[in-house]
Each structure stands twice: as structure tokens, then as C-alpha cells.
């Protein structure tokens, strides 16, 4: 039994030494000290140490806490900007998109514009035409009138069609209204 107390002291105190030898260990790091032992002698000696870092550049794995912090606060910046850079391009893309189909409606009416336009020239130019060489004479009137008068628009008479010469060989008289 007493050899069993005297391995369990032992160890307990190997135990302490090294607690100890791990706490004057950090205790001259903090202070700046190197513990040396004499080649010659074997004597303890402390000696400070001047190139030594104030804050310590590395942890247990090999970064600082603060590089590390950095480190992760980058990548979540670099994580943002990418994922805006990938909306901007979805915006991107679904707006020109909207441009090339805007751009083919516009070219669309465009080209109906047009039609429309030479459909209206057409219209002008035959309304022009039988407003100079057609007279719509109203029954029982002496006088001719062109289809856009208001006098031959709100009539119910019947009426006769000649072309103006004919018209005016019949000795009638053009309308004041429809031609000044």
C-alpha cells in the first residue's frame, strides 16, 4: 500500500511541476523574460526579450483571433457582393429582354402607323376628288353640295348625283356651306 501513495504522490507532483513549469512559462512571457540555463554551470538566468511582439501574432491555430474575424468578415462580403452581382445580372438580363420585346411592339406600330397613314392619304386624296367633281343634288334643290355638307348629311330627301360640270349645265348653284 505504501508503495501505491508513494506512485499517486509522485505523479500528483509531476503533475505540479508541470503545472508550475507552464505558469513561470507564461508568466515571463508576459513579461517579457526567456528563462536560460548556463552551458557551462547549469545556473537559472532570466533574460528579456526585445523583438518580442506586444500582442501575439498567432493563436493555437496558427491565425490571430482578429485575422480570423477578418477573414470570415471578408468571405461574407465577398459572399454579398456576388450574390448582388448575380441579381443585377438576373435584373440585367430580365430587362433587356423587356427592351427587345418593347422594341419589336414599337416597330409592330410603327408599320400599322404607317399603313394607316397611306390609307389615309388614299381616303383624303379620293374625298379631295369627288368633293371637286361629284354634286349630290338634293330633290327639289337648286343648288349641289359635296357628301361631308351638314345640309346633305341631315337631309331625308332622295338625291341625284351629277358630276359638277353636268351640274352646273343644269344651272345649278354650288351650297354656301360646303363650298366657299
Request: include cysteine.
Amino acid at each position: 500500500m505504501c508503495i501505491k501513495v508513494r506512485t499517486v504522490l509522485k505523479k500528483m507532483m509531476m503533475k505540479d511541476d508541470e503545472k508550475q513549469e507552464t505558469l513561470t512559462s507564461q508568466y515571463l512571457s508576459a513579461r517579457s523574460l526567456q528563462m536560460h540555463v548556463c552551458k557551462e554551470c547549469g545556473s537559472v538566468f532570466f533574460e528579456e526579450v526585445h523583438d518580442k511582439p506586444a500582442v501575439p501574432s498567432t493563436t493555437e491555430g496558427g491565425l490571430s483571433l482578429f485575422a480570423k474575424i477578418i477573414a470570415v468578415l471578408l468571405c461574407a462580403a465577398l459572399l454579398l457582393a456576388c450574390w448582388g452581382l448575380f441579381s443585377l445580372r438576373q435584373e440585367t438580363d430580365n430587362l433587356h429582354r423587356q427592351l427587345q420585346e418593347s422594341h419589336a411592339a414599337l416597330v409592330q406600330k410603327n408599320n400599322e402607323l404607317t399603313a394607316l397613314k397611306i390609307d389615309f392619304e388614299k381616303a383624303r386624296a379620293q374625298n379631295v376628288f369627288f368633293d371637286n367633281h361629284i354634286a349630290l343634288v338634293l330633290e327639289g334643290k337648286e343648288v349641289y353640295h359635296t357628301f361631308s355638307c351638314a345640309s346633305y348629311q341631315n337631309s331625308q330627301l332622295p338625291y341625284h348625283i351629277y358630276t359638277v360640270e353636268e351640274a352646273l349645265k343644269n344651272g345649278l348653284a354650288p351650297c354656301k356651306n360646303c363650298h366657299r
